[in-house]
């Protein structure tokens, strides 16, 4: 009898194929040698099935036949591959044994155990699990398989995520479309990720800009030249900050404060898939899908790259030895240049910064493969070049600084000045003169530059003050989510968290998993909730919708990235331990009943928003409405009734915030909003009510007097 290895695709049963037999033999939907048979799967050959298998009465979306929580879940065959999941069903009753070498990690080990599940194959099962598709990497792997059992509990923490997303998917885009008469999708992660979008979109939209001036002033000192930002209160006026600015030019000045500090900056963290989205959304402006599939393409195509779906920027002690062994490699590539530079030293496993076992989970961070690839196309190369500079970056020492940091005062006013002076730039030679992307700067205060000339200074001589200017400035809002921050976003559950550490322990906290982000993105695209401008994700009219809908329903958990986040971390325990598997499910199945006792006793909302109040009495003439939210404007609650009056949403091609449009029904006007024509020019103007008995509004623009 032969062995049955069961690969998640083609590609991947090629490569092991490659591997493994000596003279392999293709057949009609696998390969076969002397002891294996190979075949593959297509992805998800299973998927659970609809409500409408349990119960006829299912067809209907009606509130009162929810929730919907089978005893035992059914499995339902794709009808296109059914071919192959029956192929695979005949080739293990020739089989004494069944490899699972779907991809390793939790969707891999679903798409295997639902085979053997639906197929009811009881042959002893071995588990292949690699982190690369090279033909030496699979040869080890094979060599060194374990049996399957002892990955049973990451199978019931896949199972337990994938029952758990029907559970709340179904229950709760079934309740909101069945109460308000509209298609809605809900579902556990995607709803949170859309909240999270929402709430900035809305946090940008009523923000309100104030504008302040700095003051730049530029010194010298014999052959040095240095330039200071003013300490102090902010500056709000004009005129003052102008008087400041002469006030201190062409003055001699003293330098009451000299520090230096010396800094190793060390290599950036090796890429997770995460960081590798992010950074190739900001550099090439490539979506999160378009990355994943990038790498996916290096990795099962070309087998240049090992397994990118990984949640680790760390390696094992094991891979220390690999990493110099591709090195060598890339000494005799086109990278020679960069790599001949290297020290090969520097990598070993008392480096922290590298080599963190107990941060390693399933994979370790994404490393090139000592397979030089060709005949990549040239997304594939901007993908592999990121890549293997991070990689090489660790075979370089900290880049090494002078930190100085000066306060300078001249006429009374004191300035500070920070200035990295570049000792060894290290590991950033790999990226040439090109700023590094996790490099921050920030203007203001904590602003520093950097000069590659040594940096000589005497608080003993006077600074002269040669020139001084007022620049205006503007605060700034929340930044718009792009593809890149939103999956960064997601694997801390939305936390903005700088320090390294503590983004690393929300890591099991996370909405979703490295292998699913990109495809919770664009699903939020394809059901019509979300849209990219530019790199910009913004919510649309039926995605903020939604999310009021659930909120206002008594269900704002639905929308909490937190909480998603707790329960993600509950499924990487059962993978660890299956102990709580059975609070999970309890937990998800009160949340079901839940949604659809709030939905069922909230408002339809025909109108939108419809608090009794609204936002503010109606302004029309002898009406006693209240303005409320529709879809597309506020309008008055008095509409049956014949009141005309409506404020839209949009209004010269901006979208106002509630808070604009609050001020234009109570004031008559709004502040001064930023525009753009038609021609993508910026202009300032304020809407003022027109007409109070309709609604309709105009622009008012500054005059030369007020721009003063």
């Not at 961070?365 to 890549?387: Q, W």
Request: with cysteine; aromatic share 10%.
């Amino acid at each position: 009898m032969k062995s049955l290895v069961i690969a998640e695709k083609p590609s991947a049963a090629q490569s092991i194929a490659s591997a493994l037999l000596s003279k392999p033999m293709k057949r009609d939907g696998y390969i076969e040698g002397d002891q294996l048979f190979i075949t593959w799967a297509f992805g998800h050959l299973l998927s659970l099935a609809e409500p409408e298998a349990y119960d006829e009465k299912y067809k209907k979306w009606r509130l009162d036949s929810l929730p919907i929580i089978p005893d035992r879940f059914k499995l339902v065959p794709n009808p296109k591959t059914r071919k192959q999941l029956m192929l695979i069903k005949e080739l293990a009753s020739n089989s004494d044994v069944i490899i699972n070498a779907c991809d390793s990690g939790r969707e891999g080990e679903l798409i295997f155990g639902y085979i053997m599940q639906y197929l009811k194959l009881n042959k002893p099962v071995q588990r292949l699990w690699t982190s690369s598709l090279t033909p030496d990497a699979i040869r080890t792997a094979f060599r060194e398989m374990k049996p399957g059992a002892e990955y049973q509990n990451l199978l019931k923490a896949a199972i337990a995520r994938n029952e758990s997303d029907w559970i709340v998917g179904i229950n709760g885009t079934r309740a909101f479309s069945a109460k308000h008469k509209e298609l809605f999708s809900v579902g556990r992660v995607q709803t949170p990720v859309l909240a999270m979008l929402v709430d900035r979109q809305k946090e940008i939209e009523e923000f309100t800009p104030i504008t302040y001036y700095e003051i730049v002033a530029h010194f010298k000192q014999q052959e040095t030249q240095y330039k200071g930002i003013r300490l102090g209160e902010r500056i709000l006026d004009s005129q003052k900050a102008k008087e400041i600015a002469e006030k201190v030019k062409n003055q001699n000045g003293l330098i009451i404060s000299y520090e230096i500090k010396e800094k190793k900056e060390y290599a950036p963290k090796l890429y997770d898939l995460t960081l590798l989205q992010k950074e190739a959304n900001i550099r090439f402006g490539f979506s999160a899908q378009k990355s994943l599939n990038l790498a996916q393409a290096l990795y099962e195509d070309h087998k240049a790259i090992t397994y990118p779906r990984t949640n680790s920027n760390y390696v094992n002690d094991a891979e220390i030895s690999y990493m110099q062994q591709v090195f060598r490699i890339l000494l005799q590539s086109e990278y020679q240049n960069l790599a001949e530079n290297g020290e090969p030293a520097l990598v070993h496993p008392k480096n922290k910064n590298l080599c963190r076992p107990e941060k390693v989970e399933d994979h370790h961070a994404i490393l090139p493969t000592e397979k030089l690839p060709n005949r990549l196309s040239k997304d594939e190369e901007k993908i592999y070049d990121l890549i293997v500079k991070r990689f090489l970056t660790h075979f370089y020492p900290p880049a090494e600084y002078k930190v100085h940091t000066i306060i300078t005062e001249v006429a009374g006013e004191r300035f500070r000045t920070g200035v990295k002076e570049v000792v060894n730039p290290g590991w950033k030679i790999i990226y040439g003169e090109k700023k590094h992307e996790n490099e921050q700067h920030q203007d203001g205060e904590d602003q520093e530059y950097e000069v590659n000339e040594p940096f000589i200074l005497s608080t003993e001589k006077e600074a002269y003050c040669y020139q001084a200017n007022s620049i205006e400035k503007e605060t700034s809002p929340p930044k718009w989510f792009t593809e890149g921050s939103l999956v960064a976003a997601m694997q801390t559950a939305g936390k903005e968290i700088e320090d390294e550490e503590l983004k690393e322990a929300m890591k099991d906290r996370g909405l979703g998993t490295p292998a699913t982000r990109a495809g919770i993105i664009e699903r939020l695209k394809k059901v019509g909730y979300i849209y990219a401008q530019g790199k910009k994700l913004m919510a649309t009219e039926k995605g903020k919708r939604l999310i009021e809908l659930v909120r206002t329903a008594g269900v704002g958990l639905l929308t909490s990235a937190e909480m998603t986040g707790e329960w993600e971390k509950r499924l990487n325990d059962i993978a660890r331990n299956s102990s709580e598997i059975d609070l999970f499910y309890s937990n998800i199945r009160k949340f079901a009943y839940l949604i659809v006792e709030k939905v069922e006793k909230q408002m339809a909302m025909e109108y939108g928003r419809t608090s009794q109040n609204g936002i503010a009495p109606c302004p029309a003439p002898q009406c006693d409405g209240n303005i409320i939210e529709g879809k597309k404007g506020y309008g008055c609650s008095n509409w049956q009734k014949g009141c005309k009056f409506v404020i839209w949403k949009t209004q010269y091609g901006k979208r106002l915030s509630e808070k604009s449009i609050t001020e234009l029904i109570t004031k008559g006007r709004t502040r001064y909003l930023k525009f753009k024509s038609k021609n993508d020019k910026a202009y300032e103007a304020r809407l003022i009510l027109k007409e109070p008995a309709t609604g309709e509004t105009a622009l008012e623009f500054k005059t030369k007097k007020q721009n003063a």
